[in-house]
């Protein structure tokens, strides 16, 4: 019978907030990452949003991992970091391993998946970074790279594993390469075509509420050769920036309807002189308005997002469309800058073999001899 595996997937918000259980839950791998793990224009900018996913700088997920490993000897963990350097937790993880009595734990550290730096090289060397949707060349485009990252590698992170690490630190990892890792006959760091459709399957059922699977391992093919995908190839994904978008808020009368926020958008964006094509319209309640004022009358706000192609031209329009509001302010209404930039994803592949993997294994008490 094919073995099963036991597979769990976390946010870092979920893992920093579930209690730790003395023998766990019975899963053989816990997968930490993202829901967008593996579409770096998340976090090309910084690392994980504080308020969906938890803030890994912090000491409270290699925390609550290092208790998680250290009371639950079975389960092997491997982490997505986002934009967060991975040694840097690795080795807050290990301190609190030390902490805890698992000074002996395996510690691993993935490198090699950001590619950005390589871009030239790989270019000059034949590697044509062709959209794998449009066709089009990387020398076609027009917009500054942000990040290039090869996502759904899996291979390093399945020989972590026959190194026998138990906590497992990637920078950029996919779900699906995780998951493709996990499924890895033992003693091999290559899958093959058929764990690559699993893993698609399994890391998307985990994705959209799962939480836990069961998986079964496809069998060993009979030889490397006979496992290898197609051409051999590793998804990356370029991030780059396509412009700037200026985000204002304005308040509207009670009740206002869509029609409404639009007339008053328009009028705002009319007097500023910025062209409507580049805008964009939302209506919604007021955070503030908890309690219906008198006639179950709702306050309403109404943002505006003005897209430019520059920061200079983004700013211009926030402060015109301010002023023509009759406003002063200029922040929205939560703790983020009007102004930030549009990133967008170029979709494509290279061959497995032009990556270099740095893999570092060792117990956690070497981590911070």
Known sequence: ?????????????????????????????????????????????????????????????PEALAKRCYLDATVRMLLST?????????????????????????VAVIGGRRITHRLEELMVAGVSFANLQTGEQLTELKHPIIEATAV????????????????????????RAMVAACLTPAGRSRGSAEIDQLAGRYADELAFGAGVVEA????????????????????VSIVYRTGYEAQLRFPLGDNANPEDATQTAEAILAAARVPHATA??????????????????????????????????????????TNAAGRRRLFAAERRPAIHPRHEVWPTAVPADVLDWAIDTREAADWVA
Do not use: C, W
């Not at 986002?82 to 734990?105: C, K, M, N, W, Y």
């Open 152 to 175: 759904d590698a899996p291979a390093p992170l399945a020989e972590a594993l026959r190194q026998g690490a138990r906590l497992i630190v990637d920078r950029g990892a996919s779900l």
């Open 82 to 106: 986002g934009g967060v350097d991975p040694r840097s937790f690795a080795l807050a993880a290990a301190e609190q391993l030390i902490a805890t009595g698992g000074g002996a734990v395996p």
């Open 280 to 321: 964009a319209f939302r209506l919604y309640r007021s955070l503030a308005a908890s309690r219906p004022s008198a006639g179950n009358a709702v306050p309403q706000l109404l943002t505006v997002r003005v897209e430019a192609d520059s920061f200079e031209t983004a700013q211009h329009a926030a402060y015109a469309a």
């Open 1 to 61: 019978m094919p073995e099963a595996v036991r597979l769990a997937f976390q946010t870092p918000y979920e893992a920093t907030h579930a209690p730790p259980v003395v023998g766990g839950g019975g899963e053989d791998f816990l997968l930490v990452a993202p829901r967008d793990a593996g579409h770096p224009a998340a976090d090309a900018d910084g690392p994980f949003e504080a308020a969906s996913t938890g803030d890994p700088q912090t000491t409270r997920l």
């Open 216 to 235: 079964e391992k496809p069998a060993v093919p009979a030889s490397p050769a006979a496992s290898q995908t197609a051409a051999d190839q590793t998804r």
